[in-house]
């Protein structure tokens, strides 16, 4: 239940000053306690079979729940079996979670065995994160250590340090789970650290929901694009580069390519200029900008630089250390600063395909979605407090038009806001009041579901979050609108106002993909590589019935190519069906094909990615109609649309 807005296990006493609310197991609420319960069940299966194992943290996370375990020898499928069978008795058992609020000291001594747990106890509420999913063990609070007990005897069977809350029993945990995967896993991420076996698993309320779940992670294991961009030759990570930096093959340079220019000439055409920053920059940009101290651990070591010595080594001229950029912001601020601004400039609006860099652990590293070198389609605009609603409201019109052209339809927002504790938050009431509601009248004017979430906004401003589902029904977090008086207020930015006084102007954050990386990754998921004819890498392949009809489909290719349309023909040995195979494969969207009826006929053939066919569609119609369906954004060539043109 919820407490006065706070999560609870149902043992809580509540009295009539309290304010209660129910959490069904079927809620996002009730979804995560169960899981967190399963993984407990989990790690206390793991210690009856193996008592010398020991806990790092298992919270849970979207879709299932994982637990870190350092064990002499890594799990075996036959462990696994094992576990899941000593599981299935715990959750029979119906042992009772009971929560047990504890000091320091007495948790240091309960755990004394566990160093993890214990080094765990010594960044509570420290400055630095003490380790991905770690909130579910520790936090700024008291520490409690949660009792799985016999219902019967009243005897503790297991303890874990956790914050809770969980279901009332491990019966409550049901049929609904099951134990999926083995990975190798840092502790806290970082490969300086133990490497730890991490157990992963999924728990839903019924048996037949992890049937479905089940049958989604199929098909999503077959749209995984790190295993389409080897199948597809679109991207790689080579280990001479280095981890989490991704080099672009010609094929997904293409995809890129064309993603970026077609958003480059939305933005133009919607009153952005583009602007170009380096990667790099002196330490006193960031200094200002406030990230070498609310974002050390994500920026990379610096570099030293300018520094001078004498031939005996002494310094004779100090040096500078040198960042690769963690943000794009700081370098736009100082092309505003550049020179005085006036009202009548306002609002204005840069944008940049910048590459940034991000210091992240090795363990948290995860193909496109998740790197360490990545280029956002990054926006900045600068606006007085009156064009503030206005602009905002341009900018998540633009946002949800540009994203249905790459085929995503559905979408919801998140409004991020401040709560009631002042302390966390910079700024005036006036402020927050006043670009809150801002914020607000744009989302709700939008008619997408909102949700408002308070505590959750930046320090400094209210924040939009736009999300969308992709093909498998996953919710994937796009697009931030994040309002900012903070930066212009450390960079000391003005304009003149209509009445001669100066005043500061309002920052708004925007990226429209997120990174260009992560969103060529969910596009290659939504579409299990099968791109959209304008996207797509090779827009058609010729395929000669026979040798002799060669000179004919490269004609005919020409024509297309031309025209702009990318277009290559296999001129291979392979026998036709297997190149129709092949290409088929590789997702080309469509194949033409021409023999002797084609060239008499001066018309080609075309066989769709379903297998479907439509013949003899005269050369120069074929050209206009894929070319104009390339400009339309269109998804596909039909039949309808041949007759259409013929007609």
């Not at 294991?221 to 080099?247: C, M, Q, T, W």
């Not at 200002?288 to 300018?306: K, V």
């Not at 090779?538 to 489909?553: H, K, L, S």
């Amino acid at each position: 239940m919820r407490v006065d807005g706070t999560l609870t296990d149902l043992a809580v006493e509540v009295t009539d000053a309290h304010q209660a609310e129910p959490v069904t197991i079927d809620s996002a609420d009730g979804l995560d306690i169960l899981r967190h319960s399963t993984a407990h069940v989990l790690a206390q299966a793991v210690q009856r079979l193996n008592p010398g194992a020991k806990l790092g943290i298992g919270p849970f996370i979207t879709d299932g729940f994982y637990y870190d375990f350092q064990v002499a020898d890594p799990f075996t499928p036959e462990d696994l079996k094992a576990i899941k069978k000593e599981m299935q008795r715990i959750v029979k058992e119906g042992q009772r979670f009971v929560r047990r609020a504890v000091s320091d000291d007495e948790a240091r001594t309960e755990l004394a065995g566990e160093p993890f747990k214990l080094e765990l106890i010594e960044l509570k509420g420290g400055k630095k994160e003490a380790a991905e999913g770690a909130s579910v063990e520790v936090g700024a609070g008291e520490l409690t250590i949660y009792d799985n007990v016999d219902p019967k005897s009243g005897e503790t069977r297991w303890g874990d340090l956790c914050r809770g809350p969980h279901v009332p029993t491990t019966r409550m945990v049901g049929s609904g789970w099951d134990i999926l995967r083995v990975a190798g896993a840092y502790w806290r991420g970082s490969e300086k650290n133990p490497q730890l076996q991490r157990i992963y698993g999924t728990a839903w309320p019924t048996k037949d929901e992890l049937v479905a779940y089940k049958d989604r992670l199929a098909e999503a294991a077959k749209r995984d694009h790190r295993k389409l961009g080897r199948e597809l030759d679109l991207f790689s990570f080579p280990d001479e580069i280095g981890s989490g930096l991704s080099v672009w093959h010609p094929k997904g340079g293409i995809v890129r390519g064309e993603m970026e220019q077609h958003a480059r000439r939305a933005h133009i055409d919607n009153g952005y200029t583009y602007v170009y920053t380096p990667h790099i920059s002196k330490s006193d940009l960031f200094h200002t900008s406030g990230h070498l101290e609310t974002y050390a651990e994500g920026i990379w070591p610096p570099i030293r630089m300018d520094e001078e010595r004498d031939e005996n080594g002494e310094i004779t001229k100090q040096g500078a250390d040198y960042y690769l950029k963690p943000m794009n912001c700081p370098m736009h601020i100082m092309i505003y600063k550049e020179r005085a601004r006036s009202y009548r400039d306002l609002p204005l609006r840069y944008a940049e395909n910048g590459t940034v860099y991000r210091n992240e652990l090795s363990g948290a590293l995860h193909g496109l979605t998740r790197v360490r070198g990545f280029t956002q389609d990054d926006s900045h605009l600068f606006v007085t407090h009156e064009q503030l609603e206005g602009e905002v409201t341009k900018v998540l019109e633009f946002i949800i038009a540009m994203l249905r052209d790459f085929g995503l339809d559905q979408f919801e927002l998140e409004l991020s806001m401040r709560d009631d504790e002042k302390s966390k938050w910079i700024g005036s009431d006036e402020f927050w009041e006043y670009s809150t509601n801002a914020l607000r009248n744009v989302a709700v004017a939008s008619g997408l579901k909102l949700t408002e979430v308070p505590g959750e906004a930046a320090f400094y401003g209210p924040k939009i979050d736009l999300k969308t589902r992709d093909a498998l029904g996953r919710v994937w977090q796009l697009s931030t609108v994040q309002v900012d008086p903070n930066l212009p207020e450390r960079f000391e930015l003005e304009y003149t106002a209509a009445d001669g006084s100066r005043q500061r102007p309002i920052m708004i954050h925007r990226a429209l993909f997120g990174s260009i990386e992560r969103f060529f990754a969910i596009l290659l998921e939504h579409y299990a590589g099968d791109f959209p004819l304008w996207l797509a890498p090779v827009q058609i392949m010729g395929v000669p019935v026979a040798e002799e009809y060669a000179d004919y489909v490269d004609d005919a290719a020409a024509r297309f190519r031309a025209a702009g349309v990318r277009v290559e023909v296999d001129h291979s040995a392979d026998r036709m069906p297997k190149k129709i195979r092949t290409h088929t494969t590789q997702k080309v969207p469509l194949l033409m094909i021409a023999g002797e009826q084609d060239r008499s006929a001066g018309t080609v053939s075309f066989r769709f990615r379903d297998g479907s066919q439509l013949n003899g569609v005269p050369i120069a119609e074929a050209v206009d109609l894929v070319s104009g369906l390339i400009d339309e954004k269109r998804l596909v060539l039909s039949d309808a649309d041949v007759e259409t043109e013929s007609a």
